[in-house]
């Protein structure tokens, strides 16, 4: 994969802003025709120096439904402390744990129920999918964008941007200005590009994200 140059004289940079100290985002799961198959939660809570995140999917097609719900601890700076996956995908379920231990350098992750536990190299500051995208919101509000770099989603996954420019777009039928962002994230054995919209509010609310698949365009949209 080769990542493009990031322009960021193309940022309107922004007052620094504090991320909310709590906050609910409720989201629509939809269709490429636009109706709904499932919601999903986003949720953040700041205790003491460090974050509580949730994100949790509860979605559906005839014979097949998917419940996931994955929860991250992150401190200060949105360095992961422990990330914990739970998920239920037609007939197939799992439950894991990851780790961080910044000291030895390593991101423990355990298979809980009975399974095995396995250790992969870790910055000092890892940051799991959860932590790594409210940092993400953290360097939009100041108006950069992070460099290419590695994030923690039980594998180890590279993730990399293209600013796209600020588009009005329709969220849930809402005429809504947003930055667009461009993803490419590459695993040991997978490869996948999705866009990210972020509201251009003080917070950089994620308003939408968009996923090109055989069967067209699928999308969660915030509900406001």
Not at 108 to 131: F, H, M, W
Not at 149 to 159: K, P
Not at 189 to 215: E, G, I, K, Y
């Amino acid at each position: 994969m080769i990542w493009p140059l990031l322009v960021l004289s193309a940022l309107q940079a922004v007052p620094p802003a504090d991320a909310p100290a709590e906050e609910t985002l409720n989201y629509t799961v939809n269709w490429p025709s636009g109706l709904s198959l499932g919601e999903a939660v986003l949720r953040a809570r700041r205790a003491g120096d460090r974050w509580e995140l949730e994100f949790t999917l509860e979605a559906a097609v005839p014979g097949f439904s998917v419940n996931d719900s994955h929860r991250s601890v992150a401190g200060e700076e949105f360095c992961s402390v422990e990330l914990e996956k739970r998920f239920r995908r037609g007939n197939r379920q799992g439950h894991e744990r990851t780790s961080f231990d910044s000291a030895r350098g390593v991101a423990v992750r355990q298979t809980l129920g009975g399974g095995g536990q396995s250790e992969i190299p870790a910055p000092a500051c890892a940051r799991d999918a959860l932590a790594f995208l409210y940092y993400l919101r953290r360097e939009l509000r100041q108006g950069r964008l992070p460099p290419p770099q590695e994030i923690f989603f039980g594998a180890r996954y590279q993730v990399g941007f293209q600013y796209l420019g600020v588009q009005t777009v329709r969220v849930n039928d809402v005429a809504t200005e947003a930055e667009r962002l461009q993803v490419a994230l590459k695993g040991p054995a997978s490869q996948h590009s999705f866009d990210l919209f972020f509201a251009r509010d003080a917070a950089r609310t994620p308003v939408m994200v968009r996923v090109s698949l055989p069967t067209g365009v699928f999308s969660m949209e915030l509900v406001r």
